[in-house]
Nanobody
Framework: QVQLVESGGGLVQAGGSLRLSCAASGSTFSSNAMAWYRQALGKQRDLVASITTSGRANYAGAVKARFTISRDNPKNTLYLQMNSLKPEDTAVYYC??????????WGQGTQVIVSS
């Protein structure tokens, strides 16, 4: 099991930027595909972006060209750079370790609020 701790959330105006970080404990981070999910109030948790062990990234259509997922394996850290933020990006953001069946480990989440 990998312990995941997100940070970097906060309040930002529309059009602004934030960078989320997810620190992973344990020695297996580099061998895990990882992802960011988000859950808005009253809505289901949705996939935002994922990254393979080799660094190949995929994005949900709503965030493509605005968000960038990356990983630093020596630092055991996953990142999500979020630019041109919109009020509809407001949500709790979670990092997750994933496999072909889906997420198998979650962080506690970090709140992002985008004001209009």
């Amino acid at each position: 099991q990998v312990q995941l701790v997100e940070s970097g959330g906060g309040l930002v105006q529309a059009g602004g930027s934030l960078r989320l970080s997810c620190a992973a404990s344990g020695s297996t981070f580099s061998s895990n595909a990882m992802a960011w999910y988000r859950q808005a109030l009253g809505k289901q948790r949705d996939l935002v972006a994922s990254i393979t062990t080799s660094g190949r990234a995929n994005y949900a259509g709503a965030v493509k060209a605005r968000f960038t997922i990356s990983r630093d394996n020596p630092k055991n850290t996953l990142y999500l750079q979020m630019n041109s933020l919109k009020p509809e990006d407001t949500a709790v953001y979670y990092c997750a370790a994933i496999n072909p069946s889906g997420p198998w480990d979650w962080g506690q989440g970090t709140q992002v609020i985008v004001s209009s």
